[in-house]
């Protein structure tokens, strides 16, 4: 069955940095687009970077982390990652690590950041 685990989220201060990691199985990694997203306290859940399949491959970010975020995968270790610089207040949040193999969404269990002023 598809499987997706994220690591890595930790409490920072602002200005500092993060690599979260997801491990993907059960599905054949090489061939999905992978995408990130998060969901702050209060918030409607929100994308934050995509990568499609084939490195290297078109590559998304949402307005809020164009510029600080990088989204990058290891296709033959079924990983993907993400790298956080200059983290805000408001990039606290679950993160979660997100596989859509039709018909069905898949997701992790997220991984929490916090980020205190």
């Known amino acids: 069955q598809v499987q997706l685990v994220e690591s890595g989220g930790a409490s920072v201060q602002a200005g500092g940095s993060l690599r979260l990691s997801c491990a993907a199985s059960?599905?054949?990694?090489?061939?999905?687009?992978m995408t990130w997203y998060r969901q702050g306290p209060g918030k409607e859940r929100e994308l934050v970077a995509s990568i499609a399949a084939v490195v290297p491959g078109q590559i998304m970010y949402g307005n809020s982390v164009r510029g600080r975020f990088a989204i990058s995968r290891n296709n033959a270790a079924n990983m993907v990652y993400l790298q956080m610089n200059n983290l805000q207040p408001e990039d606290t949040a679950v993160y979660y690590c997100s596989v859509r193999i039709p018909p069905q969404r898949f997701w992790g269990q997220g991984t929490q950041v916090t980020v205190s002023a």
């Open positions: 059960g599905f054949s990694f090489r061939t999905y687009t």
